[in-house]
């Protein structure tokens, strides 16, 4: 499997990618805004196709928030995932100064916890630390 590494992509293809795990359908107006407000945001495409995107939001020097890591369920299982975390992670590197240090959060799907700790994120809540949160906001 030839897998290539991109920037860009087009609102279509992130929603048949969102549908394709179940999530939500965006906007076009949040889909301009991610790709525009995105600290970093890279795109996996096997023969052409979108197969798996994640990006990360924040301030580009303490948080960095990885978020909407998302791979096909057919491509599932190849080390998609892997390598899209692999390339946040050099955007970090790179981005990071030496000597500093960065917060790295995520929010993960259900059962997929496993998969964040081979990288090094732990679970909340623990010993030192409570629980992270989130909410669905709708505007009616």
């Known amino acids: 499997m030839n897998i290539e590494f991109t920037h860009t992509i087009s609102f279509e293809e992130y929603n048949a990618l969102r549908r394709a795990v179940n999530w939500g359908e965006l906007s076009l107006r949040q889909f301009d805004m991610i790709v525009k407000n995105s600290l970093f945001f890279v795109i996996a495409r096997v023969d052409g196709k979108v197969v798996g995107t994640t990006r990360c939001v924040g ?61 090094g994120f732990i679970e909340r809540p623990n010993a030192d630390r409570g629980a992270g949160m989130y909410m669905f906001y709708q505007k009616k």
């Open 59 to 119: 301030d580009g020097g303490y948080h960095f928030f990885l978020c909407d890591v998302i791979v096909h369920p057919d491509y599932q299982k190849n080390g998609i995932g892997r390598m899209l975390i692999g390339k946040f992670m050099n955007f970090v590197d790179d981005t990071v100064g030496r000597g500093e240090t960065a917060m790295l959060t995520l929010v993960a799907a259900k059962d997929k916890e496993p998969f964040y700790k081979k990288f």
